[in-house]
């Protein structure tokens, strides 16, 4: 994704996403849900998972066990490609070594460490506040094992962290079941009725979290951005497209596709 990148594109790594018995989320919609719109059944994501998965195959996630790494890395993902946000991260690490010497750099040395990834001024200081939240040794392995909601509420509680950040940081470190909904994400998930159009990126989240099967997570993340990215852009090529027939948006004439 925008954040999280196609991480898991050809990893081949067989893992299913971990035990996550208290995915806690009250089952009602928690927005106004807007007439005319049902949330879908559990049996069509998986028919939308399924038609997805014969275009981009089946994907597993691949966590890499370190969440502040997640955090860092998701931070300088913000308005970058994949490329630069990796440049920055590699810069920063190469030059200011560990998250406590990071910490307490001057901030220009930061700076510039991650002035490949843009928005350099921005990123910086966020990633210091972040940081110093965190304390010395900055450890966030209690996520692994904290209720969800908590650990949620908890990186959502620091500085400059959104609700998809968290879903990075809970799904690519830690393995536990959250879609990130990136700016991919939400324009698909909204044109094939997973969600009302138009709902926040917040409401999306928890939305796709109550309709998605645990260990279809990752995999619907990352096929719905190669979706995205290939044939459901911004100006749609709906004539490619094989989820054409399961298209809320594209049924109900909401969309401008390429002739
Ligand atoms: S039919 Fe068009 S709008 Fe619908 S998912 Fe396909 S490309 Fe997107």
């Known amino acids: 994704m925008s954040g999280g990148g196609e991480r898991g594109y050809a990893r081949g790594v067989e893992r299913t996403i971990g035990p996550d018995s208290e995915v806690d989320l009250d089952r009602r919609p928690r927005f106004p849900v807007p007439k005319g719109w049902k949330r879908p059944s559990r049996k069509r994501v998986r028919a939308i998972r399924d038609r997805?998965?014969?275009l981009y195959g089946s994907r597993r996630n691949d966590p890499h066990?370190?969440?502040v790494h997640e955090l860092v890395l998701t931070i300088l993902s913000q308005n970058t490609n994949d490329n630069n946000r990796d440049v920055a991260y590699r810069r920063l690490r190469d030059r200011l070594g560990d998250w406590d010497s990071i910490r307490d750099a001057p901030a220009e040395?930061?700076?510039e460490a991650i002035r490949p990834g843009g928005l350099a001024n921005i990123?910086?200081?966020?990633?210091?506040?972040?940081?110093?939240?965190?304390?010395?040794?900055?450890?966030l392995d209690w996520l692994r094992d904290a209720p969800r909601q908590e650990a949620v509420d908890y990186l959502t509680s620091l500085p400059g962290v959104g609700r998809k950040?968290?879903?990075?940081v809970m799904i690519f470190a830690l393995d536990r079941p959250e879609v990130p909904v990136d700016t991919h994400v939400h324009r698909v998930g909204g044109r094939l009725g997973l969600f009302p159009p138009g709902i926040s990126l917040e409401g999306a989240h928890d939305e796709m979290l109550a309709i998605t099967d645990r260990d279809d997570a990752y995999e619907l993340h990352m096929n719905l951005i190669a979706h995205g990215r290939r044939i459901c852009r911004p100006r749609p090529r709906c004539g490619e497209c094989a989820l054409a027939r399961m298209c809320v948006a594209r049924r109900a004439g909401l969309v401008d596709p390429v002739a």
């Open 52 to 54: 997805l998965r014969e």
């Open 65 to 67: 066990d370190d969440p």
């Open 109 to 111: 040395e930061v700076v």
């Open 123 to 139: 990123k910086g200081p966020r990633i210091q506040q972040v940081l110093a939240e965190l304390g010395p040794e900055a450890d």
């Open 165 to 168: 950040t968290a879903a990075c």
